[in-house]
C-alpha cells in the first residue's frame, strides 16, 4: 500500500505563487511516474503536470510556462511550483502516484490541497 501526502496549498492574490509538495511512502518498489491533478467545482478532474520515472514532463497547456514539475527521488517527493496564478486556477488539487508492485501497476491519490486565488 501507498500513502501520498499532500501540503502546500492556501489562498494567494493573483499574480502570486505556491508551491504544491507530495510525499510518498509505503510499499513502493518503483515510481513510474507522479502527477498533479486539479478539480474544480462541477468539473471532472483535470491533469496539470505529470515527471516520468526518466525526468520527461508533460504538461496542460493552460499552465505551461506558468507551472513546473519537480521531484525529489531521494524523498519520494514530487513538487508543483505555481507562478503567475490565476483565479481560474482555483481548484483542489490532487497529487497522484503510478507505482510497480510486482508485474502490476497502481495509482495512487493524495487527499487534495486546496488552492484558491483571489482576483
Known amino acids: 500500500q501507498v500513502q501520498l501526502v499532500e501540503s502546500g496549498g492556501g489562498l494567494v492574490q493573483a499574480g502570486g505563487s505556491l508551491r504544491l509538495s507530495c510525499a510518498a511512502s509505503g510499499s513502493i518498489f518503483r515510481i513510474n511516474a507522479m502527477g498533479w491533478y486539479r478539480q474544480a467545482p462541477g468539473k471532472q478532474r483535470e491533469l496539470d503536470a505529470a515527471?516520468?520515472?526518466?525526468?520527461?514532463?508533460n504538461y496542460a497547456d493552460s499552465v505551461k510556462g506558468r507551472f513546473t514539475i519537480s521531484r525529489d527521488n531521494a524523498k519520494n517527493t514530487v513538487y508543483l511550483q505555481m507562478n503567475s496564478l490565476k483565479p481560474s486556477d482555483t481548484a483542489v488539487y490532487y497529487c497522484?502516484?503510478?507505482?510497480?508492485?510486482?508485474?502490476?501497476?497502481?495509482?495512487?491519490w493524495g487527499q487534495g490541497t486546496r488552492v484558491t486565488v483571489s482576483s
Open positions: 497522484n502516484a503510478n507505482v510497480g508492485a510486482g508485474s502490476s501497476w497502481y495509482d495512487y
Open positions: 515527471i516520468t520515472s526518466d525526468g520527461s514532463t
